[in-house]
Nanobody, 120 residues
Framework: QVQLVESGGGLVQPGGSLRLSCAASGSIFIINNMAWYRQAPGKERELVAG???????NYADSVKGRFTISRDSAKKTVTLQMNSLKSEDTAVYYCKADGIRSYAIPFNSWGQGTQVTVSS
């Protein structure tokens, strides 16, 4: 199986910064797309940022200019740098990846989630 493990969540004051990381492991041939989603209490899960194998990125309007997604394909990791954090950013953040496992087996996996709390 392909496992995704997030790290870097925690408590931060408004205006502060936080960096989330996600590492993939397993019998992976290639990872096509990686993304960060978040889900706040009482709200549906939403896409925060995504990045393709070619490096194309997209962001939710609410985080443009504040968040940056990047990846290291060789290390099978994706990072979300979050700056100028607001209370509205408080949520559980999930890492997502899709691609191909060994022997042409496709995968679409989610991490366990990491809590980000922005509060004074």
């Amino acid at each position: 199986q392909v496992q995704l493990v997030e790290s870097g969540g925690g408590l931060v004051q408004p205006g502060g910064s936080l960096r989330l990381s996600c590492a993939a492991s397993g019998s992976i041939f290639i990872i096509n797309n990686m993304a960060w989603y978040r889900q706040a209490p009482g709200k549906e899960r939403e896409l925060v940022a995504g990045i393709t194998s070619g490096g194309r990125t997209n962001y939710a309007d609410s985080v443009k200019g504040r968040f940056t997604i990047s990846r290291d394909s060789a290390k099978k990791t994706v990072t979300l740098q979050m700056n100028s954090l607001k209370s509205e950013d408080t949520a559980v953040y999930y890492c997502k990846a899709d691609g191909i496992r060994s022997y042409a087996i496709p995968f679409n996996s989610w991490g366990q989630g990491t809590q980000v709390t922005v509060s004074s």
